[in-house]
């Protein structure tokens, strides 16, 4: 089972420099200084991120599929779950110390990162996914049709309304475009493993 999400069904928690569908596919370019992140070890605070949310229906996992073609330090893009400025996941990919990466960003009032480099995914189509599993979001990537990574396994209220879709984040730069391929719910996990 698969539903594709509308790219019009969302709305932008910042505005991008521009967005456009072609083909199917979503295009978007990032503003330079776009981040998200709150207070660990930088001390700063940024809600500036493209992200475009959806009420997210907790029966279903939430998928998004973007190609990996990044170069500047901290390009990133991914799904972005969002139960209020201060408690949110993005979670995808990021250029970072001159490789790509998989990893995720969870905040409950601060920023954490976890990442894992992933250079063989460099062009490729890549998945992100999450699904909500009892107090937790479970998170796996793929690329292509290679089978799922477990990326993340986080804490989320599970009374919690949440809102989830397809982000992307340029802090370093300006020009980023992000190609987004689809935004769907599909079955979800039932467990971590």
């Not at 170069?71 to 139960?83: R, T, W």
């Not at 960003?105 to 999450?130: I, L, Q």
Request: with cysteine; glycine share 8%.
């Amino acid at each position: 089972m698969s539903i594709e999400v509308p790219w019009k069904s969302g709305t932008w928690t910042t505005l991008p420099a521009a967005a456009k569908e072609a083909d199917g596919r979503l295009e978007v370019t990032a503003v330079e200084g776009s981040d998200a992140w709150r207070h660990t070890c930088y001390g700063i605070v940024h809600g500036s991120e493209h992200a475009l949310l959806e009420d997210w229906d907790r029966e279903h996992a939430v998928e998004v599929a973007l190609t990996a073609d990044f170069s500047e330090q901290f390009d990133q893009a991914g799904l972005f779950i969002s139960v209020g400025d201060e408690h949110w996941i993005k979670t995808g990919l990021e250029f970072a110390d001159g490789v790509l990466q998989v990893g995720a960003v969870v905040t409950d009032g601060n920023s954490d990162w976890s990442s894992a480099p992933v250079p063989e995914w460099a062009g490729r189509e890549v998945t992100v996914r999450a699904s909500r599993v009892a107090d937790s979001v479970i998170v796996r990537a793929k690329a292509d049709d290679e089978p799922w990574r477990l990326v993340r396994l986080a804490p989320l209220d599970p009374a919690a309304e949440a809102k989830a879709g397809p982000f992307c984040c340029a802090p370093a730069r300006a020009g980023l475009t992000v190609s987004f391929g689809s935004w769907r719910l599909t079955e979800p996990d039932t467990a971590a493993h």
